[in-house]
């Protein structure tokens, strides 16, 4: 039994990780077990239901959207090592300490629709280094490639923390005393599957490369892929990657015409790019339909992406789809 407190100085040291990113690393997981508490009691610690308030994506939030929000902000706030932050629930990025090393930018509870209704819910983190010179939005609008690390957390029949530091992946499970402790090192996501992911409600809104290919896979084994595929949709992120994790699969998020201004429903700073990183260190693959999800330069912390990852070879020909249209 290795407790994520063990394994951690022993991972720093075994890689030359920088001590102060693993600290970042220990203060976000300590905020998620106190996040696990407030989700697991649900309605018996009163945190269910609306917020009553908007985030800056228009969003109506949850109760435990804010509350998960607060619980991170002040852990991170309290960590020297933390220069800033940045939240899918703030409007704009919050400073915290001036010498730290580091940006956090998270998704608080991914999957609220899914909060009420007691399913799988999580929490998604992205750690960057801070650039030199003034904080400002800026500093946070860094590709993908550049996270010193990333992770999530999934508040599922077992809690578990899934995270890189860019030497491997590791997947920790919470004991009876609130302990994370390693179950599981380096998954690997196989190249092929049979398995995809996507709310099919929104077919006839899918640019025409995303409907042949979902045609394709639905046709099953006499047609152009010549294989029988299952379809699973739980409507949370972070249970959906990691299922592709463990299992293999893709999952899709793509863009839509009923507002082509908008690249996709998913944010690229706190949502794809934490998970992207996972699947490349997993042996897997992400992107837009277009180019490498680690590749895309942000524009904006908020800023939407088309999202397609998992098993390679169909991130591959998802995307040999879209070059050909
Ligand atoms: P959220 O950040 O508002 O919770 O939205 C993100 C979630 C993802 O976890 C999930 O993949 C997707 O939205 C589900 O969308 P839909 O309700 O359209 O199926
Ligand atoms: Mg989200």
């Known amino acids: 039994m290795t407790t994520l407190a063990q394994f951690l100085p022993q991972h720093l040291q075994q890689h030359a990780i920088p001590a102060e990113l693993g600290s970042v690393l220990a203060t976000v997981a300590a905020a998620c077990i106190d996040i696990n508490a407030k989700v697991r009691l649900g309605a018996l610690s009163g945190v269910l239901g609306m917020a009553g308030t908007g985030n800056v994506q228009g969003e109506d939030q ?32 919050v400073a ?19 909060i009420d209704v007691n399913i799988s819910v999580g929490t998604i983190f992205s750690i960057l280094p801070k650039p030199e010179g003034a904080l400002d939005t800026q500093s946070f609008l860094q590709k993908g490639s550049a996270q010193a690390g990333s992770g999530y ?6 809690t578990q923390l899934v995270f890189t530091l860019k030497h491997g992946v590791f997947v920790f499970t919470l004991n009876e005393q609130n302990e ?3 179950t599981q090192e380096n998954p690997q996501v196989p190249a092929a599957t049979k398995e995809f992911a996507i709310n099919m409600s929104n077919r006839r809104h899918w640019l ?10 639905l046709a099953g084994d006499t047609g152009p892929r010549g294989k029988n595929y299952n379809m699973r949709w739980v409507a949370s992120m972070v249970a959906e990657i990691h299922r592709i ?12 015409t009923r507002d082509l201004s908008k690249p996709g429903k998913l ?17 897997g693959a992400a992107g837009n339909a277009v180019q490498d999800m680690l590749d895309i330069q942000p524009e904006g912390l908020h800023q939407r992406v088309a999202v397609v990852m998992g098993s390679a070879e169909e991130v591959a020909y998802v995307t040999r789809l879209h070059a050909q249209a």
Do not use: C, W
Not at 63 to 91: P, R
């Open 153 to 158: 957390v999934l508040y599922g029949p077992q």
């Open 245 to 256: 994790l463990m299992r293999g699969g893709v999952f899709m998020y793509p863009q839509d």
């Open 180 to 182: 994370f402790v390693l």
């Open 267 to 283: 944010r690229l700073m706190y949502e794809a790019n934490p998970m992207s990183l996972i699947m490349a260190q997993a042996g």
């Open 208 to 217: 025409a490369p995303m409907q042949q290919y979902i045609d394709e896979l």
């Open 62 to 93: 949850k109760k435990l959207d804010v509350i998960a929000n607060d619980m991170l902000i002040a852990a991170l706030q309290a960590d020297a090592n933390v220069a800033g932050l940045a939240s899918e629930e703030e409007d704009t990025f």
């Open 96 to 114: 915290a300490h001036p010498d730290g090393g580091y940006l956090v930018l998270f998704d608080p509870l991914d999957g609220s629709s899914n």
